[in-house]
């Protein structure tokens, strides 16, 4: 799976949209983007995945740019219960064994 | 509720015994798969099973192992092999029609 990098940390004001980026420059073509969030001491929570087009749902949206090496997830208006650590992986499909988790982004939303 | 439940969520061991961590999913998903995330670390994998009487090692497999009797469980156990089994262990499983992972809500190992 490609490697992918993300900042360490960002801070956001409650009630703003949080805009967390990741660059994945050697994603391959069949290789999707996923986004997971673990807040501490519980399991990682799905959020999105998409593969070149761009994705919501009810917790975010997914931008990935044209050439696919990079990415953006915004959780449009965020709460103090955002806070957590936010993984950005690249996967390929059905068939992959593993997810693999780099160290992700602390996002801490401020009050 | 449909989900991945993991027990206990927290669990003493003393030096020398073998642990059971109990996995069971109720999503009815081929595969399960084994984590372990130290503090401040990201996952890796320790085995993994895409179907029932199957599984494979992952990165981290010494020290552990596993069963996959039924499709709905998949239990670890860390046995005395392990040399530093503290830590925070996650049971995720995935459907064979979307390649989504979910996981459970993690078990807390810690040896005395």
């Known amino acids: 799976d490609a490697k992918t990098t993300q900042p360490t940390s960002m801070d956001c004001a409650e009630g703003r949209a949080a805009n967390l980026p990741c660059n994945h420059s050697t994603i391959s073509g069949n290789e999707y983007v996923y986004w997971y969030r673990q807040i501490h001491s519980q399991g990682p929570q799905y959020i999105i995945h998409g593969l070149k087009n761009n994705e919501t749902n009810e917790m975010a949206s997914l931008i990935i740019t044209e050439d696919r090496k990079s990415s953006t997830l915004i959780l449009p208006h965020a709460t103090l219960r955002d806070t957590a650590v936010y993984y950005c992986i690249v996967r390929v499909g059905p068939s992959a064994r593993q997810l693999t988790f780099g160290s992700g982004t602390q996002l801490t939303v401020l009050p | 509720d449909g989900g991945i439940t993991q027990s206990p969520k927290y669990l003493f061991r003393k030096e020398g015994q073998n642990v059971t961590l109990s996995c069971e999913q109720n999503?009815?998903?081929?595969?399960m798969y084994w984590y372990r995330q130290d503090p401040g670390q990201g996952l890796r994998l320790i085995y993994y099973s895409q179907i029932v009487n199957d599984f494979q090692k992952g990165d981290i497999a010494e020290g552990y192992s596993v069963s996959r009797e039924k499709k709905e469980s998949f239990p670890l156990t860390v046995t005395s092999a392990q040399k530093n089994p503290t830590a925070f262990y996650l049971c995720?499983?995935?459907?064979?029609?979307?390649?989504?992972?979910?996981f459970g809500e993690g078990s807390w190992l810690t040896v005395v």
């Open positions: 999503l009815n998903h081929d595969a």
């Open positions: 995720a499983s995935s459907g064979s029609a979307g390649n989504t992972i979910y």
